[in-house]
């Protein structure tokens, strides 16, 4: 059974930075493709950005160019460095397979001041 376990998310001011972690016990990154997703308050949870078995990387248009996902294999991880936070990136961040919806994890909560 797979477990998703996110961290590293915080307070932080607009133009900040912050790196979020996603432990997946009993799933193999290197096999898969796995996805960030946030959710917003009053707004439905929303893709980030995805990487793949291969390192392909994609991520949706409002980040991009501030968000880098990647994956350490030999620590099982995956990583989102946010660079350049704004208030709007303010939601609840999660990381699940992108095909495979399994059971959420309780996602890391960031926050950004204006």
């Known amino acids: 059974q797979v477990r998703l376990v996110e961290s590293g998310g915080g307070l932080v001011q607009a133009g900040g930075s912050l790196r979020l972690s996603c432990a997946a016990f009993g799933y193999i990154f290197r096999l898969n493709t796995m996805a960030w997703y946030r959710q917003a308050p009053g707004k439905q949870r929303e893709f980030v950005a995805h990487?793949?078995?291969?390192?392909?990387?994609n991520a949706a248009d409002s980040v991009k160019g501030r968000f880098t996902v990647s994956v350490d294999n030999a620590k099982n991880t995956m990583y989102l460095q946010m660079n350049s936070l704004k208030p709007e990136d303010t939601a609840v961040y999660y990381c699940?397979?992108?095909?495979?919806?399994?059971?959420w994890g309780q996602g890391t909560q960031v926050t950004v001041s204006s």
């Open positions: 699940n397979d992108l095909s495979t919806q399994y059971q």
């Open positions: 990487i793949t078995s291969s390192g392909s990387t």
